[in-house]
């Protein structure tokens, strides 16, 4: 099967329809011919369902009980139990509904087997596609039925499944009727149910085949007078249904089935041309059949006196250009110096006759091979074989890859075969070039990746012979051994990186076993099957090959699938100019984008394998001692280097020197400081007008899809969840492991974007949550809220502050949290509740009086409220400053009689204030961080306005006032930004306690000085100043806020002095 068939639209329309012809393995081991004898007295074939056409409820059952621990039988005898009035018998003839069977059928299997039987497990096992899959064997007799012009029906014993449809996973076009008990209401071995069908089919008694499994169906069909054939097994009811018909049901040559109509070719000019090229002993009637896979390229078994024959044509149509180039692939197969290549390195390929490029003989140039008989596997969880046969099968073939990687180039003469060096990088832009000529709408994440892709190209790549499109279903292999007899399917081979192969045949890992197009494995227990993971493949291919793992492996998966995806856009498009239904064309709409998000998924991993890669940062020691030491990293140009000088501050011990410029940050983090800038330029910046204007629409409290999307591109490029302080998290569990120093630097570049910090999933309120659940959750606390918050799929809020009682005391609020029946009962009203309005938000973390009557400090707990539950009433959203913030907002609260479970209190009841004053720290610096970004972009703003405006005869920059503005605002950044610094490095040298009087100072200080420098940078605007044309209004109104916001500047400056006269006393 060629990866450019699904070029065609009409191809993948059929590959749709297609029933997957799997053949049984080792079934097809002789090469039968059939003595094609007719029909005989039969018309019609009607088979049972479950037990004929897909696997019986009692082996389902059988299967399913062992891997549930549940007496073996227990299911069947409830199945039977009550004969015509049990459960079972109600739910077919949909008596009763899906929950009250579960619940009938559930309550009897316990009383069977004495445990308790989870029936719904049962149940959706039964009816998953897994399962309930029709098998090969019938599916392909039923075909060679209707080509033979009989009549097929199904009579099944089916219900309705919870979604309101009945339960028939087959493909209705294969019968001419069908009867389903649940909507006849009659059951078999009811006579009316083989009554209705004879009569919808036309047909007596006597004209008809019946094949059931069970004997009282096959009875009452025999007292009709209709002929039965007990099923045992579907291979050998299908060898007697054979016997009956009297021609043949399944195809000597496996893989193959009768031409389709539309693909036939013309068999006379065919045959003459055959004879004149196998000389005259090639007599005798031809005989053609289609294979089942190399629809690309159109491929036929043909028959002619003793020679088996493989022939590939072009399809019919007008083609791309560069599509099908059977030509190549012949002059591939044909050139003896590659086929001496591929031989010395073990690489069996089919043996090539002849190429006939006149179109007059079948309508398209056609190329012969010899027949070469083996079987092909189509489902690549290889059914009916062995664990240890899968193994060998997938071994065989990762061996077989290496062999076509190991061909000695220039030995072979083949230098010249391809281009050398860069094909990953041509690979993805003629990739491309093709989704783009066939795009039809934007498709976020093929955008992301056409980005993302060309940046991320692997830097060392080895040239070797490619196959091009390697995978199960293109080797060949030995009937009855994990031999490989030939590769097939040359038609995109050329000479490129090797690993793109690799990744290419890891496609199925990943994709699901109902994926129309190729099943996959995704959903398949792999070490149960015996199938190696795809880890494993690539593993062992390196060994194989002598190589190292190639730590950028999800690159190439992500290039392997964006290719897939880019294939699939391809057939959609033309699928909505074509004939396919609007249905069909629908689905492969949703194709592209479930292979592009599959891509994307790996660009993302790609992301985090970097970010997890870069070493982590040591906490600094923390020492006793408070001395200044001098400077010892060697000094950089503009690089200004600082020592903490302590004597200020007693308490704060430091051994490590204060980084106080990006340039003195170690090489990774500078390194990841420089692509935050580099992905801020390219990504954030531009994006602001479209963010700033979702703001204000109709949307605006629904998260702006541009912004989600720069949170996807942010995680593929590592920058995510670089906040949390490697204190805090020293095995890297959650984030990049960086100090608070070295996060500060990359907090004040976010800080120079309105949009940044939530676009790295570094924003508040998530921010200091996400340090609270990882410093003091529970394990399930963590897997409930912390891994949404940091996977950016949830946001939070946190809800302190009160109307009715000044809550720059925290002590003031009133809130009530009460025990009751082992759960929290919140009674309370909140206001200026950032981020409580956003759709996003699913967590609370809630601030109320567990005991009023405890000491002071121990009232206050801290509760995680989950936002659905009841009770928790919006009552407005709040503005700043006439602005709304959204869709986070600040938001006034109800919470009337919300009920919690005791397991979300944090830490323990009446330690509340503990957790807020006595640990956490990263999460109350980062506003001033960002004060810092804010002031640097109002600042650069004001410096370029200035200088290209004219007032009075100059630059508005040479005007005296203007100029003592710009230097007054340096001044004033630089200081708040060493005294940021400063309290991040206490804060990792000393601790977050320790580091108190040093974030007491930041947040009196960050916040005036970037309402200042803000303001000096609108007036310097005029107009525009205050408008929303630039970010400036808005830095000034929250650079305001923040002196309310996380307790005001008078708290913290009381803070201050309290810690300053206790030193000097
Ligand atoms: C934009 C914004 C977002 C916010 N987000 C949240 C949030 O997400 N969650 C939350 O719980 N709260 C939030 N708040 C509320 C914020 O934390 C409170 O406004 C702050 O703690 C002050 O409390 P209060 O408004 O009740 O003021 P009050 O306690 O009533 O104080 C009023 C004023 O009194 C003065 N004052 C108070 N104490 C002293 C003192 N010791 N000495 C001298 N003067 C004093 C100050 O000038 C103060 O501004 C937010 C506020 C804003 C503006």
New binding site residues.
Partial sequence: MCLRRLLQSAQLQRAWRAVFVKHGQGRHQGAWRWTHSGGGTYRAVIFDMGGVLIPSPGRVAAEWEVQNHIPSGTILKALISGGENGPWMKFMRAEITTEDFLQEFGRLCSEISKTSVPLDSFFSLLTSERVAKPFPVMTEAITQIRAKGLQTAVLSSNFYLPNGKSFLPLDRKQFDVVVESCLEGVCKPDARMYKLCLERLGRQPSESIFLDDLGPNLKAAASLGIHTIKVHDPETAVKELETLLGFPLRMAVPNTRPVRKTMEIPKDSLEKYLKDLLGTQATGPLELLQFDHGQSNPTYYIRLAKHQLVLRKKPPGTLLPSAHAIEREFSFLCSGRIMKALANAGVPVPKVLDLCEDSRVIGTPFYLMEYCPGLIYKDPSLPGLEPSQRRAIYTAMNRVLCKIHSVDLKAAGLEDYGKHGDYVARQVQTWIKQYRASETSTIPPMERLIEWLPLHLPRQQQTTVVHGDFRLDNVLFHPETAEVLAVLDWELSTLGDPLADVAHSCLAHYLPSSFPVQPGLSDSDLSELGIPTAEEYFRMYCLHMGICPTENWNFYMAFSFFRIAAILQGVYKRSLTGHASSATGEQTGKLTEFTSNLAWDFAVKEGFRVFKEMPASKPLTRSQHTRARPQSLPRTPGMRSYVTSTDSSPAHISKGALVFSPEGLSPPVRELYQWLKQVMERHVYPAEPELQHHQTSAEKWTPSPLLEDLKEKAKAEGLWNVFLPVETDPEKKYGAGLTNEEYAHLCEVMGTSLYAPEIFNCSA?DTGNVELLVRYGTEEQKARWLIPLLEGKARS??????PQ?????AT?VESSIQEEDGFYVINGH?W????ILDPRCQLCVF?GKTDPHAPCHQQQSMLLVPMDTPGIKIIRPLT?YGLE?APGG?GEVLFEQVCVPKENMVLGPGRGFEIAQGQLGPGRIHHCMWLIGYSERALALMKARAKSRMAFGKPLVEQGTVLADIAQSRVEIEQARLLVLKAAHVMDVAGNKAAALDIAMIKVGAPPMAYQVTDRAIQAFGAPGPSSDYPLAQFFTRAR??R????????HR?AVAKMELKRCS
């Fill in positions: 309120p809020c946190f809800a302190m502050t009160e009682v000044a809550s720059s005391d003031n909140k200026w509740i950032s981020g601030m700043v913030d600040h806020a923040l309310f916001a996380d307790g005001p500047d008078e708290v009381a």
